[in-house]
Structures are given as structure tokens and as C-alpha cells.
């Protein structure tokens, strides 16, 4: 696992916030290989979403170091290296759908021809091709979520780190962009690494699950995902995707029991 | 463009009745005799055949019609006003911009731009208006509708520096971190996040200055002896109110028409360069 | 629990810190606020004194003018009091009266908003012809004037502004329209009523010191300010607005602590300022 083959690869980190002196996340090793599905999860405290803001250089770290396609973390985002999509889709309001896919292409200075040309690839990925001049307000919470994704993805960065972006959906909604997000996956052939709540989410979505445990934030275990590819409907009624599921749930419950215990 | 119609007749509608509640009162009050809260007689409360019958009436023997009269006077307090309305949004910007962007700034002058509103500005009209001609700049001097100006962009600086703060840090903080992760600079945010967030914001405070920066126009106009505007129509029809006061009036009609314009102006701006989800629009 | 502790005692230190980081830059800007209009707007920058005149002497003119300013400041605080009261009270009620025809509020509101662009200021000379030149009563009315359109909007606008769910809620109890007015509509147009009233209080001293440069009783503020600077007598004319200041501060705040004393209840007290 050489930080050469690497998409990410961090060592020895630690955060540790200024206010109040806690520590957010210690020792934190991981690598993660190109074209990987990793997922973050844990109860809330854990970390996981400052260690995902760590990896795109959105925060610092206090100790150790992140490797982003071999660079040091804030090279890579000067180099413009991931896409970002949080829980909320973060659209602005005053431009149009198309517009605000654009937003990234018009800051690395595409010319216009070559941004509508991207634009409407991406409209046709995220299935949205007719929506392009609607404004963000007048889609449904699914839909500005999937343009989110696309905006995200609209430069064709080699990661995508996304924080919960699917948590303020309902089941049946999250379900369809999960099955979605999979395919945009395979066809992008990009890495993904992917902060959850939901056990069967992450197991469903992933290659690999990072489970992680609070007060301070650790990596308590990995678990492999060894589900076939490509993943569909039927995928979530396979014993195999049961087992999975109940290793992470034991895993998560042991972190939680033993978070408890000093209090 | 139902919708539009709509207004259209519901305005109408307003009109006639507040045209009708001010004819009703008034031969009310004639015919009972009633004096209170004040006499009504055809100098209170001149008729309004009578006001719209001075518009098309030579002010002075032969002289020009009082309606063409008040046009000039109007445009003429147009021009102070949005001289002043530009001046007083570009430097209320810039202001507003620069606190926002250094914190200690903010901390240290924002208490008193939001206490000045406490302050009566309109009342240091007449010592700026009056203090300004005396001052000579390399032997320059302001003129005087320019004089005026400046009480006009003193009243729009106020509301457009406080909004221009509110507004360019109203910039969703995620969206802000979005932008970072394009590895945006200042200038990049600022362009496109924090200008187009503030939007909503500033067109909030021309709504304010629209309407302050007409009154600030008139008042200015009262002690100084500029005539060419409304302000000085009001201070010479007023002295001869008892022998015409339907001048008066339609002359302050015309005041209030020009108020409603310039808000109607920015309000129907704001329709066209604002898009946001309707609900947060007020 | 000794981490606990910690984070505790850091706690305090940054709100000591906070404190000071808030409060000192204000304390520091009026510092040099004074000594600018003391010594370095007149002595450095050449500012004029018809501009404004030096801070010590604006000061003196204060002083030897007491008794003249404050019979000045007295008319107009009534008028401008007395305006305020009259103004929103009048406008309190149509809001009232509105609210229980809620079509003709909705068709109404788009027209009081811009009604509130009429320059009422202007109109004045008018109020002096109906009271007389030197009634108090001719300010009052123009105060209560200024005042009536931003609290007839605001309160409307408060009024209406109730969730549907908590009007759901109420009609789950069963309660009558009169009872959904007093236990939710009222109370929910408290935060709007007082940002209004709060406006209206600065405006209810514009209308009375302005009014009065349209002529007015010799001894009040508006006509004092006029003379003065006619006269040229700046630091008089300053001293004058620094009286108008004060009033208006005092009316503003009375309502400020009014707002508190009222709704302390509303989570919204701020984010509706």
C-alpha cells in the first residue's frame, strides 16, 4: 500500500480542536486505492466527517499527514483533485440548475462552449436533462441532491468525498440515488469516500466500511464488503448482505458500550 | 399578466376610495358644521375638482401651468435625490464591504452605524444644505442642487452600508467551504457567493433609501434658497396658502408621486435581477 | 471529568476575552470619535465649524443654552410622544381590523408599502394650516402620520404571520377565531409590532423636529435648529441635534425596553431586529 498507488493515504493523524482542547480524531491510518467505495461510519462525535474535511483541506490537522493523489492535501485542492458533496445540496439560488453545475467549470475557466458541452453530460448522468433552466427551489429535495452530485463530479476530479448526502431523505428516495450514485460510480470509474449514518447504506454502497469510534475518534475496524458487482435491487435481499450488515451493527455496538463507559 | 391586471384594478380601486373618503369627509363636515379635530373649510380641505383644476391654471398671469411647473420641479428633485442615491450606494457599499471583511472593523464601527439610527439625521439637513455654501474646494463650490445631493446620499448610505454587511455575510457558510474546496480565492468568493447572496439584502435597504433619498431631497431644499425644485414649491405656495391652497396640495401630490416612483422603480429592479425561492422574498 | 474542567475553565477565558474583543473596539472607535470632532477633524483636517464646529464648543453651546433647549427639547418630546402614541395606536387597530378580513389585507398590503414612499413629511405646512402654526397638534399629526404606515405593515404582516400547523392546532381544541387571536395571532405579532415601533419612535421625532422647518412655535427644537443656522450660530445649531439626538435615543430605547420586558418569551427577539 504505497502512498504511489494511493488515492488517499493518511498516517499517524490527530485533530484536536482549539476550543476546549478535545480531541477530534487520533492516530488515523488509511489508505484508500483508486476506485474504491470506502464508507466513514460511527456514532455522531466520532470524527467522521472533520476526517473527510481534513482529506479535501476544509480543516487542518494537528498532527500526521494526508497524501492526496500522492500531494499533500492543500496542493491537491489547489490542484482542484476531489468533488465535494455535503447533506445539504448547497445550491445557490440565483443561478439555474445548469448554472450552478457550471459553477466549478466557470472557476477553472472552461470556455463556454466546452462548459454547456459539459453540462449537458452531466444533466444526462444525474437524469435531469430537462430541468437544466429550472431554478434549485423548484426542484424536489431528491433532485437538488443529484445535482449536487453532478456538480461535484462535473470536472472530472479523480475523488469524490461526500459528507451524509443522502441524510435528509426519505428510505425510498435515498434508495433509488444509492442505486444511482453506483452507477455514476462504475461509469466515472472514480474513488469514493463517503461519511453515513445508515449501516445498510454503507454496506450496500462500499467496497470497504471504516468503522470508527468516538471520544476520541478512532478507526475501530475495516470491514469488506465482498458483495458482487455490479450491485442492484435484489443485492439488499442476499444473506451475505445480511451478515455483513449485522458484523458492522456488532462492531458499532461494542464502539458505542465502550464510548459509555467512563460516564 | 392576469396577475397584473389584477393589481392594476385593485390600485384603481384604492385610488377612488381614498379620493372618495377625502370628498365624503369633507362635505360631511361642511354640512354638519363639525370643527373637530379642525374646521373644514375650502382652505383645510380645498375640493378636488379644485386641486386638479390648479393643475391646468396659470401660476401667474400668463405665466406657465402649475402642472408643467411641478413637472420641471419634480424632475429637478429627481435629479438631487438620485444623484444621491447613487453616491450614497456607492460609498455605503464600499464601506459596508470593507467592514465586512475585516472583523475588528466590524466590531468597532457596526454599534454605531446601527445606533445612528436612532439619530434624527434628517435633521442636520439644513446645516449641511447651508454649511456646504460656504465651502470652497480649490475654488470649487458645490452647486446647489449637488448641496442637496448630499443629503440624499447621506440618507441612503446609512440602510445600504447595514445591508451590504448583513448581506454579504449572510453567504451560506457551507457554500462558502464549497467554494474552497475549488480552491476559490477571496475574490472568486466574493464574486460569486457573497455579491449575489447580498442581493436580496441590498435591494431591501434601495427600498428604504428609494423612499429617504426623495424626502431627504425635499427637506434639503427648505433652507437653502433653491427654487427649482419641490421642495421650494411647498415653501413658496405655502406662504401664499390662504389665497391658493390647492398649489399646496398639488404640489404635494406630486411629492407623493414621486416617492411612490422611485420606490416602484426599485421594486420593479429587484423583479427583474432577483431570483430567489418566493417564499423568502418579502 | 478533569477534562471536563478544563474545558470549563477555557470556556471562561474565552468569554473574559470575548468580552474584550467585542466591547473594546466599539469603546476604542468612540474614543477616537471624540478626539476627532475634538482636535483632529478642526485642527489637522481644517473641517469647518458651519460643518461641524469643535466637539468643547458644541459642548459650551450646550451649556450656556440650557434653559432655552431644554422648554425645546420638553414641546417636542410631547409632540413627538404624543405622535407616536396617536400614530401607532391608529395604525394598531386598522392592523386589527385587517387581520379579521384577511382578503382585504392581502389585497391591501402591496398598496400601504408603498404608500409608506409618500414623503408624509411634506405634507407639513398642510398640518400647520388645519391646527395653526404654533398648536402642537399640527406636529403631533404629522408624527402620528410618519408613524402609521410601518406599524399598520409590520403589525399586519405579524398578524398573519402565524404557522398554519399552530392554527391547525388551535382548531383541534376547538377554540373559537376570537381566542385563535389572542392566544397565538396576537402574541405572534409581538416581535413585528415592536421592530415597527421602534421606527416609528425615530420617525415620531423626525416629524416633530422637522415639521417645525416648516414654521412652528418660536421655542421648539425644529425652529431653534433653523434659527440657529440662519443665524449662523452652528455650535448652536449642533448643540440643538444633539438634544434631538438624545430624545430620540430615549424614545427608542423605552420601546427596546418595552420589547424585552414583553416578549423575554420569543426565541425570535433578535433575528427579527
Redesign the interface.
Known amino acids: 500500500m504505497s502512498a504511489q498507488e494511493s488515492v488517499v493515504s493518511i498516517s499517524g493523524l490527530g485533530k484536536v480542536f482549539p476550543?476546549?482542547?478535545?480531541t477530534a480524531l487520533e492516530n488515523i491510518d488509511l489508505g484508500v486505492q483508486p476506485g474504491e467505495f470506502i464508507s466513514l461510519i460511527g456514532p455522531s462525535g466520532c470524527g467522521k466527517s472533520t476526517l473527510l474535511?481534513i482529506i479535501?483541506d476544509?480543516t487542518q490537522p494537528t498532527s500526521g499527514e494526508v497524501l492526496v493523489n500522492g500531494k499533500p492535501a492543500p496542493q491537491a485542492?489547489?490542484?482542484?483533485d476531489?468533488?465535494?458533496v455535503?447533506q445539504?445540496a448547497?445550491l445557490?439560488?440565483?443561478r439555474t440548475v445548469a448554472k450552478n453545475i457550471a459553477?466549478?467549470l466557470?472557476?477553472?475557466k472552461w470556455d463556454r462552449a466546452k462548459r454547456d458541452a459539459r453540462v449537458s453530460e452531466m444533466l444526462d448522468l444525474v437524469e435531469l436533462n430537462d430541468f437544466g433552466s429550472h431554478?434549485p427551489?423548484q426542484l424536489s429535495g431528491g433532485m437538488q441532491q443529484r445535482v449536487s452530485i453532478a456538480r461535484a463530479l462535473s470536472f472530472s476530479p479523480a475523488l469524490l468525498l461526500m459528507d451524509e448526502p443522502f441524510g435528509a431523505l426519505d428510505e425510498m428516495t435515498r434508495e433509488r440515488l444509492n442505486l444511482e450514485l453506483l452507477s455514476i460510480w462504475a461509469e466515472t470509474k472514480s474513488t469514493v469516500i463517503f461519511v453515513t449514518h445508515s449501516i445498510s447504506e454503507a454496506v450496500f454502497l462500499s467496497t470497504r466500511v471504516v468503522v470508527m469510534s468516538p471520544r476520541p475518534g478512532r478507526i475501530a475496524g475495516v470491514v469488506e464488503i465482498a458483495l458482487a458487482q455490479p450491485r442492484g435491487v435484489r443485492t439488499r435481499e442476499e444473506p451475505r448482505f445480511f451478515e455483513l450488515v449485522t458484523e458492522v451493527r456488532e462492531m458499532l455496538h461494542a464502539v458505542e458500550t465502550e464510548a459509555e463507559l467512563p460516564e | 399578466m392576469i396577475n397584473v391586471i389584477k393589481r392594476v384594478a385593485i390600485g384603481i380601486a384604492v385610488l377612488v376610495g381614498v379620493c372618495a373618503f377625502y370628498t365624503g369627509y369633507r362635505e360631511l363636515f361642511l354640512a354638519t358644521g363639525w370643527t373637530w379635530p379642525f374646521e373644514v373649510d375650502d382652505i383645510t380641505l380645498p375640493s378636488l375638482p379644485s386641486i386638479v383644476g390648479a393643475l391646468f391654471d396659470p401660476v401667474q398671469e400668463d405665466g406657465e401651468l402649475l402642472i408643467s411647473l411641478l413637472f420641471k420641479a419634480a424632475l429637478f428633485t429627481a435629479k438631487e435625490a438620485f444623484v444621491g442615491f447613487v453616491i450614497g450606494t456607492i460609498v455605503g457599499f464600499t464601506l459596508g464591504a470593507v467592514i465586512a471583511r475585516f472583523q475588528m472593523l466590524q466590531r468597532g464601527l457596526m454599534p454605531y452605524v446601527v445606533g445612528s439610527q436612532t439619530i434624527p439625521i434628517l435633521a442636520i439637513a439644513p446645516i449641511v444644505v447651508v454649511g456646504l455654501g460656504s465651502l470652497t474646494i480649490a475654488g470649487w463650490t458645490p452647486s446647489d442642487w449637488l448641496r442637496v445631493s448630499v443629503i440624499s446620499a447621506y440618507l441612503t448610505f446609512f440602510p445600504v452600508t447595514v445591508n451590504t454587511v448583513r448581506g454579504l455575510e449572510s453567504a451560506?457558510p457551507?457554500?462558502i467551504?464549497?467554494m474552497?474546496?475549488?480552491?476559490?480565492g477571496e475574490w472568486?468568493i466574493f464574486l460569486?457567493?457573497r455579491l449575489?447572496s447580498s442581493?436580496p439584502y441590498l435591494f431591501g435597504a434601495f427600498r428604504i433609501a428609494a423612499t429617504a433619498c426623495v424626502i431627504g431631497a425635499i427637506i434639503g431644499e427648505l433652507p437653502s434658497s433653491i427654487q427649482g425644485g419641490l421642495g421650494g414649491a411647498i415653501i413658496n405656495f405655502n406662504q401664499y396658502y390662504v389665497l391658493n391652497p390647492q398649489n399646496l396640495w398639488a404640489t404635494n401630490l406630486m411629492a407623493a408621486a414621486l416617492g411612490i416612483s422611485f420606490f416602484l422603480v426599485i421594486v420593479i429592479a429587484e423583479k427583474l435581477l432577483?431570483?430567489?425561492?418566493?417564499e423568502?422574498l418579502t | 471529568m478533569s477534562?471536563l474542567a478544563?474545558?470549563e475553565s477555557?470556556?471562561g477565558v474565552?468569554r473574559a476575552s470575548g468580552f474584550a474583543r467585542t466591547w473594546l473596539p466599539a469603546a476604542l472607535v468612540f474614543g477616537i470619535g471624540l478626539l476627532c470632532w475634538q482636535w483632529i477633524f478642526p485642527d489637522v483636517l481644517g473641517v469647518k465649524p458651519f460643518l461641524l464646529p469643535r466637539l468643547s464648543d458644541v459642548l459650551s453651546a450646550l451649556w450656556e443654552n440650557r434653559d432655552a433647549l431644554k422648554t425645546a427639547a420638553w414641546i417636542t418630546f410631547k409632540e413627538a410622544f404624543g405622535g407616536l402614541i396617536l400614530g401607532s395606536g391608529i395604525a394598531i387597530l386598522a392592523a386589527l381590523v385587517l387581520a379579521r378580513w384577511r382578503p382585504l389585507g392581502n389585497a391591501l398590503i402591496p398598496y400601504l408599502i408603498a404608500a409608506n414612499a409618500i414623503p408624509v413629511i411634506a405634507f407639513a405646512p398642510i398640518t400647520n394650516a388645519w391646527f395653526g402654526t404654533l398648536s402642537p397638534w399640527s406636529k403631533i399629526v404629522i408624527a402620528a402620520a410618519l408613524c402609521f404606515f410601518p406599524v399598520l405593515v409590520n403589525t399586519l404582516r405579524g398578524l398573519t404571520s402565524v404557522h398554519p400547523s399552530s392554527i391547525e392546532l388551535m382548531h383541534a381544541y376547538a377554540c373559537p377565531q376570537r381566542t385563535i387571536f389572542w392566544k397565538l395571532r396576537i402574541p405572534a405579532a409581538m416581535p413585528y409590532l415592536f421592530t415597527a415601533l421602534k421606527i416609528a419612535a425615530v420617525l415620531a421625532m423626525i416629524g416633530a423636529v422637522v415639521g417645525d422647518y416648516f414654521g412652528g412655535s418660536t421655542e421648539s427644537l425644529g425652529v431653534q435648529i433653523q434659527s440657529a443656522v440662519a443665524l449662523s450660530r452652528y455650535e448652536l445649531g449642533w448643540a440643538a441635534i444633539v438634544v434631538a439626538s438624545v430624545i430620540g435615543s430615549v424614545l427608542y430605547g423605552a420601546v427596546a425596553l418595552a420589547e424585552r420586558f414583553v416578549i423575554r418569551w420569543h426565541p425570535s427577539v433578535r433575528a427579527v431586529d
Open positions: 476550543k476546549g482542547g478535545v474535511r479535501g476544509l485542492r489547489l490542484d482542484r476531489y468533488g465535494i455535503f445539504a448547497v445557490f439560488d440565483w459553477l466549478p466557470e472557476l477553472l431554478y427551489w | 451560506d457551507r457554500a467551504e464549497l474552497r474546496s475549488y480552491a476559490s472568486a460569486k457567493l449575489p442581493l432577483v431570483h430567489r425561492p418566493p423568502t | 477534562t478544563v474545558a477555557g470556556g474565552g
